[in-house]
Nanobody, 120 residues
Framework: QVQLVESGGGLVQAGGSLRLSCAAS????????MGWFRQAPGKEREFVAR????????YYADFVKGRFTISRENTKNTVFLQMNSLKPEDTAVYSC?????????????WGQGTQVTVSS
């Protein structure tokens, strides 16, 4: 079992920044591919970013490239999502997820999510 707890969400004006954190426990963190997803009201959940076990490679959805950065600190069992140049359309509940398989597409564990609201 893996427990994930997100933090760092909030209300920010368009153009502003937020840094989300996701603390993991219950399993060796460095064995997990980690991802961030988001779900806006009335929309399906969508992929935002993921990072490999070592942190050497990152992948992003096109709509956040150049604005968001995913990173991890394996010594602290934490993954981060730095969000810059935020837009109102970035408003959503952001959740982190863990993939023990390493494939980057089998996320078995999910956090509760943290609300991000971007005002215009």
């Amino acid at each position: 079992q893996v427990q994930l707890v997100e933090s760092g969400g909030g209300l920010v004006q368009a153009g502003g920044s937020l840094r989300l954190s996701c603390a993991a426990s219950g399993r060796t963190f460095s064995s997990l591919v980690m991802g961030w997803f988001r779900q806006a009201p009335g929309k399906e959940r969508e992929f935002v970013a993921r990072i490999t076990r070592s942190g050497s490679r990152t992948y992003y959805a096109d709509f956040v490239k150049g604005r968001f950065t995913i990173s991890r600190e394996n010594t602290k069992n934490t993954v981060f999502l730095q969000m810059n140049s935020l837009k109102p359309e970035d408003t959503a509940v952001y959740s982190c997820a863990a993939d023990p398989s390493g494939s980057g597409s089998s996320y078995n564990y999910w956090g509760q999510g943290t609300q991000v609201t971007v005002s215009s």
